[in-house]
């Protein structure tokens, strides 16, 4: 019980801007989801294609995803706003477990605020039955293609993630790759699965859609793809490779995980030998 406790008085910030991160994500996927889908708003009727709604609101969430991620936010406690994301890191041993808890319990929590919100702002606009709350549900080829997407979307945003940020040239292009995904996996998979890959996200529009149509997918499939991406990029290029939690690492931010990446490791051997230098 001690080290959890002295683990949430060193980093309570940390989790509260993990949770504020995802309430912004809800946010704004609340509120475009509104605007483009919600037929009492002028939008819908002058943008009758669908395909063209499902990208520009793939626009507005990967757009929203890069801001969050070099926010002042993500660049202190890592952008990961999802759980799947967390405990993948966790696996890889760039993140204890106490740290590991806080952040997904604190991710879970802040979605749900973001959505309710959302719900206060735009009250019966949001409940609308062709907006629901944002609510992710199967669609074409029900559960199990929605299984097979969120399996997909997971594991390539995971193995794209890992391979650009731990390369320090190409690690501030993480974030732009991540908006790109978005963009691409809402325009093509959001008919299927509705486009979640985060556990934290379906449950804070379930809570208040009431809806929990095979939820469970929403849980299993983005964990087990990250998981698998992992298991990959260890295999080909060892643990020893994996040297950040951070999808923005960022040397005016002090990094909190086990990290080697070399910016924070030199910052951190220097605030050592301060240290000894001036007891």
């Known amino acids: 019980m001690q080290s959890l406790r002295a683990a949430f008085l060193r980093n309570r910030r940390l989790y509260l801007d993990e949770g504020v991160e995802l309430a912004i994500f809800m946010i704004s996927a609340c509120f475009f989801t509104v605007w483009l889908f919600n037929p009492a708003w002028p939008i819908l009727h002058l943008l009758s294609s669908s395909a063209l709604r499902r990208l520009l609101m793939g626009v507005s969430m990967g757009a929203t995803a890069v801001l969050i991620i070099r926010s002042p936010l993500g660049k202190t406690s890592g952008a990961h706003f999802n759980p799947a994301i967390t405990f993948t890191y966790f696996r890889l041993g760039k993140i204890d477990k106490w740290d590991a808890s806080f952040y997904i319990v604190s991710q879970f929590i802040g979605g749900i605020c973001g959505v309710g919100l959302s719900a206060l702002c735009l009250r019966g606009s949001l409940a609308a039955p062709t907006v629901d709350y944002a609510v992710t549900i199967p669609g074409l080829g029900g559960p199990a293609a929605a299984f097979g997407?969120?399996?997909?979307?997971?594991?390539?945003?995971?193995?794209?993630?890992?391979?650009?940020?731990?390369?320090?040239?190409?690690?501030?292009?993480?974030?732009?790759?991540v908006g790109v995904l978005i963009v691409f996996y809402v325009f093509v998979f959001a008919p299927v699965s509705g486009f979640s890959i985060n556990p934290a996200r379906t449950t804070a529009s379930a809570v208040f859609a009431n809806v929990w149509t095979a939820a469970w997918l929403y849980f299993v499939a983005p964990l087990l793809g990250m998981l698998t991406s992992a298991e990959i990029y260890l295999r080909v290029y060892g643990a020893e490779r994996v040297l950040c939690a951070k999808l923005h690492p960022d040397p005016s931010y002090p990094c909190p995980f086990l990290c080697q990446f070399p910016f924070h490791r030199h910052s951190h051997e220097a605030e050592l030998a301060a240290e000894t230098d001036h007891p």
């Open 149 to 177: 997407a969120e399996y997909f979307m997971a594991a390539l945003l995971m193995l794209i993630v890992l391979w650009l940020s731990n390369r320090p040239p190409l690690a501030q292009y993480t974030s732009y790759s």
